[in-house]
């Protein structure tokens, strides 16, 4: 039997899997999590670094005796390029270099509006204080601390706190590396709810952030969702996805590795192929079976395949819009004569990659947008990360005695029909 099964999505068993993925948001939050989560969070805002040391011990396998040891100290040698692996350095800058590329033209400055004695500004200022969580359970991800600080800094922002599994940080010299390259100073050695508990309400040691961002564990999401209005955060995430729509000139052996290369991160994981060529679709089918053989992470991918994998066969293209639609993707890869065409259609979708020199690996390092994007269908609504979800809009407003006296009627009026006498009563006050 094959892992990457070839459905019709207008047969009973197609109908399934594309129901499976509309709603695989369901699979990431359950009410077990929810509620456990609420546990951690409410006793972390309520006892400070008592509660946060007793998780850190816990969950994350902390010796440290008090909460101001879960910082993580760089040492000189974090900063040594000789004990990474070959390249990796260079590597890092060029992905460096292209995330500030990317993010630079999106900084803001605001707007003046003057109009016969009424002057109105729009002022952006970038946030204070973030909170930044990087992965490390299932691997560990330099790339993450680089898409996410790196706009935060473009945008201004000043102070960038790092939260991430203990172990993870001090396994992984890459990742020291990174932070140090980076210039994050502030790492505390902390994951899961806790974690995100303690950035949104701050302890006796760890200060408060404006807005917590970066990808998590069921654990991570469920906490963020509880915080919401409390802090900021970036959006609800969810395990990665990509949907390939590709035609029948597209290289099997390629689909199959880029399917491949979603499938390892999670066994809930989403890697769909859509396509109106049977025979694309049942090589695309065998080659992932012949990659898988050779793969460290296969039984992962395996398990993702299982649960929201798929290779569909559509009739035509507009067919394979509307399952996109429907999906509403986080990476959306386009695959052939039509690539171009059909992104011009495309509204639901965090990314899109078009062509088949345009793996979505290459968003995940070296392209320059942040890869922290909306998942579970959320591209419907939500956006990927950049220097707009670092900065905050506030405006000033300036009357002239005349320009209120001029006013003033109209806004007692609105006020009158809206049963609100002492709003007009206010604006009447200003007529001269």
């Known amino acids: 039997m094959s892992s990457l099964d070839v459905l019709k999505p207008s047969s009973r068993a ?11 948001g369901d699979s990431v ?18 006892r400070g ?15 440290a005796e008090s909460a101001a040891a879960l910082a993580l100290i760089a040492s000189p040698a974090d900063s040594d390029p000789a004990l990474l692996p070959a390249g990796f350095a260079e590597a890092l800058e060029r992905a460096i270099v292209a995330v500030e590329r990317y993010h630079a033209p999106q900084v803001r400055t605001g707007y003046r509006l003057e109009e016969e004695g009424v002057e109105l500004e729009e002022r952006v200022t970038p946030l204070r204080r973030v909170g930044v969580y990087v992965p490390g359970g299932r691997a560990s991800y330099p790339s993450t601390a680089v898409m996410t600080v790196v706009p935060a800094r473009v945008a201004g922002v000043r102070e960038i706190a ?11 010299a890459a990742l020291r590396f990174t932070l140090a390259r980076l210039g994050v100073a502030e790492v505390w050695g902390m994951g899961g709810a806790h974690a995100v508990a303690a950035f949104a309400y701050g302890t006796e040691t760890i200060r408060r952030v404006d807005k917590i961002v970066g990808p998590g564990n069921a654990w991570v999401t469920a906490a963020k969702k509880l915080v919401v209005g409390d802090v900021g955060i970036d959006g609800i995430a969810g395990p990665s996805e990509v949907v390939i729509v590709a035609d029948p000139t597209a290289d099997p052996g390629d689909l199959a590795a880029d399917l491949l290369a979603q499938a390892e991160h999670d066994p809930q994981a989403a890697a769909v192929l859509i396509t109106t060529d049977t025979r694309l679709a049942r090589r695309v089918s ?52 039509e690539a171009e065409v059909l992104a011009l259609h495309v509204r639901a979708a965090g990314a899109i990659f078009l062509g088949s020199s345009t793996p979505e690996v290459f968003g995940d390092y070296v392209a320059g947008p942040s890869h922290v994007l909306p998942t579970c269908g959320s591209a419907r609504f939500a956006s990927a990360l950049g220097v707009e979800d670092f900065l905050r809009r506030s405006h000033t407003l300036r009357f002239t005695a005349g320009a209120a006296s001029h006013r003033a009627a109209a806004a007692a009026t609105l006020a009158d029909a809206e049963g609100l006498p002492a709003h007009a009563a206010s604006a009447r006050r200003r007529v001269r």
């Open 49 to 63: 670094d008592r509660a946060l040391l007793d998780y850190a011990r816990r969950l994350d396998g902390a010796e």
């Open 29 to 46: 939050l359950d009410a077990k999590t929810l509620r456990k989560a609420e546990k951690i969070v409410a006793e972390v805002r309520e």
């Open 286 to 337: 065998a080659e992932v079976d012949r990659q898988l053989a050779g793969l460290s992470t296969a039984e992962t991918a395996r398990a993702s395949l299982a649960n929201f994998g798929a290779a569909f066969v559509v009739e035509g293209l507009e067919e394979a819009l509307d399952l996109v639609e429907r999906i509403a993707p986080e990476h959306l890869q386009l695959v052939g004569h």
């Open 162 to 172: 790092v939260a991430t599994p203990p172990g993870s940080y001090r396994a992984n």
């Open 14 to 24: 197609g109908r399934r899997a594309v129901e499976r993925l509309v709603r695989r």
